[in-house]
């Protein structure tokens, strides 16, 4: 990782798009297995994806909502993930079963959602379209919780257009990572190498501007 806000690009359905997001500066890789999504992958896809990050610093996130016990054991036995992020309706006590580190989404900056898994990474996404939908929403709204010393990585309509946007909005402190799907995606819910590239570069040149100002004794 290059900075301190960890850049997290989810829902890659193939090896060479995986490999394409480190290339492009990813610190995390999600991989999707909601049944119904447009970026669900199986098992088998999910274990070649894996298989060719192997020997690149990067997590591999294996990403469920309200799925069986069995079904997300079977798959961390199977994949080797590093953190396994929650979209649905899990409990506290589900997601703590889990050996490995959590994320865990809710919509929007929900301060009882929040104070429900105190163990886990809060993922922010939009207060109504939830994930996967490329909806943007007030991003401001998450500085308080940042501010308090929470984990948070933002979500929800982010680009390479808006994302240092979002985090100038989020106020000084940085959050923990962003999260970007819709946003650098091409046909058929294919990454697109450019935009992915393009994502990377806008977090990254607003941390360096940010440590200019900082130098400088400017406001950012």
């Not at 990067?58 to 079904?71: I, P, Q, S, T």
């Given at each position: 990782m290059t900075g301190s806000v960890r850049i997290k690009i989810c829902g890659v359905r193939t090896a060479e798009d995986a490999l394409a997001a480190v290339e492009a500066g990813a610190d995390l890789i999600g991989i999707n297995f909601v049944a119904g999504s447009p970026r669900?992958?199986?098992a088998k896809q999910a274990l070649e994806i894996c298989e060719a990050l192997e020997d690149h610093d990067?997590?591999?996130?294996?990403?469920?909502?309200?799925?069986?016990?069995?079904?997300i054991d079977g798959i961390l036995r199977r994949v080797p993930f590093e953190r396994v992020q929650f979209h649905g309706s899990e409990t506290e006590e589900e997601i703590e079963a889990i050996d490995l580190p959590t994320i865990k989404a809710i919509r929007g900056a929900d301060q009882e959602a929040a104070d429900t898994y105190p163990g886990s990474i809060l993922l922010l996404d939009h207060p109504h379209q939830g994930g996967g939908q490329g909806q943007s929403w007030?991003?401001?709204e998450a500085e308080d919780m940042i501010a308090h010393g929470l984990d948070v990585i933002i979500a929800g309509?982010?680009?390479?257009?808006?994302?240092?946007?979002a985090l100038a909005e989020v106020g000084e402190i940085p959050p923990w990572g962003v999260d970007v799907a819709t946003g650098v995606e091409g046909e058929d819910h294919r990454k697109d190498p450019a935009k992915m590239r393009a994502f990377v570069e806008a977090v990254?040149?607003?941390?360096?501007?940010?440590?200019?100002e900082k130098e400088s004794g400017e406001p950012s």
């Open positions: 669900e992958v199986d990067v997590e591999r996130v294996a990403l469920f909502r309200d799925a069986h016990w069995d079904d007030d991003w401001r309509g982010l680009t390479p257009e808006n994302v240092a946007d990254r040149q607003r941390e360096e501007l940010v440590e200019a």
